[in-house]
C-alpha cells in the first residue's frame, strides 16, 4: 500500500527545516507550495525562498508551484496534479480558500509558533519575546476558514531564554518542531489525533512586525528596550539614531550598573571600553553596532575611533 500523498505549502527558513525532515524521513511529498521568489538586496534580484531551496535539493522530481493568491483556480489546478491526501502548512504566509481545505481526505493541518490561542497571526515568535514571555511553544492545528481559528490537536512548550533573540529562539523552535510535526502528521494517519477547540476568552493576536516597531525607544524601561530588540533581531534589525544617521544595534544587554541621572537616550561610559544609555527605569550596556555606512563593530572601537561619544543622545 502506498503511503498517504502529502502536498507541503511554507516559505521561510523555519518551514524549510519541517520540509527537509520530513523528506530525510521518507514522507510521501507530491508537491511543495510556496511563496513567489522575491526582489532583495541593491541589484533587485529574484531571490528563491528557503522552502524552494530545499524542495529542489532534498526532493528531486517533486513539482514546486509558487501561485501568486491560490484563488481563482490556482488552488484547485495544484491538488488536481499533486492529489494530496492531507496539507501540510508551515508559515506558508496566506490563508487557505475553502476549496483547497476540504479536498484532502485526512485534512489540512498547521504548525504554529505558540501555544494557541495566544498569538494567532503571523508573527507569533516575535511578539512572545516582545511581550517578555518566559515560556512559548507550538502548536499542531487543523486549519478552518478563520486565521489560526481551527481545532488544535498537539503542542510542546518550552521556555525562553533571558536573552534570547527572535532568530535564535526561532531557529530551536524550528528544531524542535520537527520531531512533533512528523508525530502530528502519523496520528492523523493513525486516526489517534484528538483536536480541541480553542478557548476564544484566551485569544491573543501577534500582528506582522512593523519596521518602525524595530526603533528603539530609550523612554521606555531597560527591560522593554531590551525585549524590543531581541524580538526584532535578526530581521528587520534594532536601530536607533545618532546626529541624524542611523545606528544599527546588533548586540546589548540591560546594564546593572550604577546609572547618572541624565535624560532618556544620552550614553554614557561606566568604563573606558563600554557604552551605555540612560532608558526611561535603568539603563542598556550596547555590545555591537552598525553606523549607517560602515560595517558591524564592537562598542570598544566604536569609542575608540570617537563613533560614539558621551553625552550622545540617541533616539
Known amino acids: 500500500m502506498n503511503s498517504p500523498r502529502i502536498l507541503f505549502m511554507g516559505t521561510p527558513d523555519f518551514a524549510a527545516v519541517q520540509l527537509e525532515y520530513l523528506a530525510e524521513k521518507g514522507y510521501n511529498i507530491s508537491g511543495v507550495v510556496c511563496r513567489p521568489d ?17 524542495a529542489q535539493q ?17 488552488g484547485e489546478s495544484i491538488l488536481a496534479e499533486t492529489s494530496p491526501d492531507l496539507i501540510v502548512v508551515v508559515a506558508y504566509g496566506r490563508i ?3 476549496s483547497v481545505l ?14 494557541l490561542p495566544a498569538y494567532r497571526g503571523a508573527a507569533p515568535i516575535q511578539r512572545a519575546i516582545m511581550n517578555g514571555d518566559k515560556t512559548t511553544g507550538l502548536s499542531l ?3 478552518s476558514e478563520g486565521m489560526d481559528e481551527g481545532d488544535v490537536f498537539d503542542t510542546v512548550e518550552t521556555p525562553i531564554g533571558e536573552t534570547e533573540t527572535y532568530g535564535e529562539l526561532s531557529s530551536r523552535l ?6 512533533f510535526l512528523a508525530r502530528g502528521i502519523d496520528s492523523v494517519f493513525s486516526g489517534t489525533a484528538r483536536a480541541v477547540p480553542q478557548d476564544p476568552a484566551f485569544v491573543t493576536y501577534a500582528p506582522m512586525i512593523e519596521k518602525a516597531e524595530a526603533k528603539l525607544d530609550f523612554s521606555m524601561d531597560a527591560e522593554r528596550v ?3 530588540f531581541r524580538a526584532v533581531t ?13 545606528l544599527r544595534i546588533n548586540s546589548m544587554r540591560v546594564y546593572r550598573g550604577d546609572i547618572p541621572e541624565l535624560p532618556a537616550g544620552t550614553v554614557f561610559f561606566p568604563t573606558r571600553k563600554t557604552a551605555c544609555v540612560v532608558c526611561g527605569s535603568g539603563a542598556v550596556e550596547l555590545l555591537r553596532l552598525s553606523p549607517e555606512g560602515r560595517r558591524e563593530t564592537a562598542v570598544s572601537d566604536l569609542i575608540n575611533g570617537r563613533g560614539l561619544a558621551a553625552g550622545d543622545v540617541l533616539g
Open 38 to 54: 522575491s526582489a532583495k538586496n541593491r541589484g533587485m534580484k529574484l531571490i528563491p525562498p528557503p522552502v524552494k531551496v530545499s
Open 58 to 74: 532534498f526532493l528531486a522530481g517533486v513539482p514546486v508551484y509558487q501561485p501568486a493568491s491560490l484563488r481563482d483556480g490556482a
Open 96 to 98: 487557505l480558500p475553502k
Open 102 to 115: 476540504d479536498y484532502p481526505k485526512f485534512g489540512c493541518i498547521n504548525l504554529h509558533g505558540s501555544i
Open 141 to 143: 492545528m487543523y486549519l
Open 174 to 179: 524550528a528544531a524542535l518542531g520537527r520531531e
Open 226 to 228: 531590551c525585549n524590543v
Open 234 to 246: 535578526p530581521n528587520p534589525g534594532a536601530a536607533t539614531v545618532r546626529a541624524g544617521r542611523q
